[in-house]
Antibody, heavy 122, light 109 residues
């Protein structure tokens, strides 16, 4: 069974750093792109970027380029997104999702993590 | 950049109603469009891909159609468990880009 399990909720202060994770199982993790999607409170879905764990090839949405860093460790089947200096506007639910066609960078998302709620408040 | 305009942003309907949601692309995207359902507090769930193909296990009352710039998502007979928010998604493998529509919240009338 394919599963993506994300790290738990975080409460941080503005200016702090953060790294959240997404661990895949039930499939060959390194062969499917993993994407990250932001959902701000009461708002829609926004695609942040995507990484191929096999070689760490990463693509970013222009809206998120320079704002976050997406990475992966294929040895432990885990993808990450990190912030070096959080802002209140980073408060959101963050989802990881598997790109459903092996090797295709921009495609459907067939499996999703449960989400990680990040709250940034002073 | 390709923009996806989804409408309406919300609608009220009764159990048994036929519900239609549209998604319009700012330029021709062929059939690179999918539809997701999201219930409160849950991750999105893939329903339709490549504009008209149903994901395995998705009830037959959900369907999608269209190509080019205009797409439609239909629930043929709304069930109580279908009250949720629905999103279209365009995927561009050539440009390595994904974009979502703004969402349609389907509420109980």
């Amino acid at each position: 069974e394919v599963q993506l399990v994300q790290s738990g909720a975080e409460v941080k202060k503005p200016g702090e750093s953060l790294k959240i994770s997404c661990k895949g199982s039930g499939y060959i993790f390194r062969t499917y792109w993993i994407g990250w999607v932001r959902q701000m409170p009461g708002k829609g879905l926004e695609w942040m970027g995507i990484i191929y764990p096999g070689d760490s090839d990463t693509r970013y949405s222009p809206s998120f380029q320079g704002q976050v860093t997406i990475s992966a460790d294929k040895s432990i089947n885990t993808a990450y997104v990190q912030w070096s200096s959080l802002k209140a506007s980073d408060t959101a639910m963050y989802y990881c999702a598997r790109a459903g066609r092996s090797g295709e960078v921009a495609t459907i998302f067939d499996y999703w993590g449960q989400g990680t709620l990040v709250t940034v408040s002073s | 950049d390709i923009r996806m305009t989804q409408s309406p942003s919300s609608l009220s309907a009764s159990v048994g109603d036929r519900v239609t949601i549209t998604c319009q692309a700012s330029q021709d995207i062929s059939n690179s469009l999918s539809w997701y359902q999201q219930k409160p507090g849950k991750a999105p769930k893939l329903l339709i891909y490549d504009a008209s193909n149903s994901e395995t296990g998705v009830p037959a009352r959900f369907s999608g159609s269209g190509s080019g710039t205009d797409f439609t998502f239909t629930i043929s007979s709304l069930q109580p468990e279908d009250f949720a928010t629905y999103y279209c998604q365009h995927y561009d493998n050539l440009r390595s880009f994904v974009t979502f529509g703004g969402g349609t919240k389907v509420e109980i009338k």
